[in-house]
């Protein structure tokens, strides 16, 4: 079976730092792109960044390029989201997912408050 | 970036009965490599969201018969032919063919 569990969200300040991290397993990891997607309160779904496969290629939204890192460890079966300099507007469930969306995880959700 | 507009933002349907949403995008989601990277998905309550259909037509694997994607261009719809109970949720449309991906703005769909 296909799963995505996404992990080290939490309550972080204004400017502060957090590290996503998502443990894929059920497939071959190192095959297809990974994405970063979330989901403010009450609200639609943002599509945040995108890597290929062997992490050569990198693709941000807007609102989160320069202060996000996506990067991804074949090896460890994993993914991650490097959020920096962070703003009350990126408080979100975070959820990653596999290519266009075939499968997503069950998310994990980010404050940012002082 | 890419628009993408559905329509009804709210949706009652009778259990039993059919229910249709448009979605449509600014541009031609039609790629160079002559797909249609246009998407479905449902999110039901409290859960993550789960892909329905992929490039317009093409039913995920699991995903009841009742769902049904069409169209092309800019226009498309996804059909539900009789509603059941456990389809109550939010339904997104989302192109990938254009960097940002983009979503609609979502339709809730309720059981009158």
């Known amino acids: 079976e296909v799963q995505l569990v996404e992990s080290g969200g939490g309550l972080v300040q204004p400017g502060g730092s957090l590290r996503l991290s998502c443990a894929a397993s059920?497939?071959?990891?190192?095959?297809?792109?990974m994405s970063w997607l979330r989901q403010a309160p009450g609200r639609g779904l943002e599509w945040v960044a995108h890597?290929?496969?062997?992490?050569?290629?990198?693709l941000y939204v807007d609102s989160v390029e320069g202060r996000f890192i996506i990067s991804r460890d074949n090896a460890k079966n994993s993914l991650y989201l490097q959020m920096n300099t962070l703003r009350a507007e990126d408080a979100a469930v975070y959820y990653c997912?596999?290519?266009?969306?075939?499968?997503w995880g069950q998310g994990t959700l980010v404050t940012v408050s002082s | 970036d890419v628009v993408v507009t559905q329509s009804p933002l709210s949706l009652p349907v009778t259990l039993g009965q059919p229910a249709s949403i448009s979605c449509r995008s600014s541009?031609?989601?039609?790629?160079?490599?002559?797909?249609?990277?246009l998407y479905w998905f449902q999110q039901r309550p409290g859960q993550s969201p789960r892909r329905l259909i992929h490039?317009?037509?093409n039913r995920a694997s699991g995903v009841p018969d009742r769902f049904s994607g069409s169209g092309s261009g800019t226009d498309f719809t996804l059909k539900i032919s009789r509603v059941e109970a456990e389809d109550v949720g939010v339904y997104y449309c989302?192109?990938?063919?254009?960097?940002?991906?983009?979503f609609g703005q979502g339709t809730k769909l309720e059981i009158k």
């Open positions: 997912a596999l290519g266009d969306g075939a499968v």
């Open positions: 059920g497939f071959n990891f190192s095959s297809p792109w």
């Open positions: 890597i290929k496969e062997d992490g050569s290629k990198k």
């Open positions: 541009q031609s989601l039609v790629s160079g490599d002559g797909n249609t990277y």
């Open positions: 490039k317009v037509s």
């Open positions: 989302m192109q990938g063919t254009h960097w940002p991906k983009t």
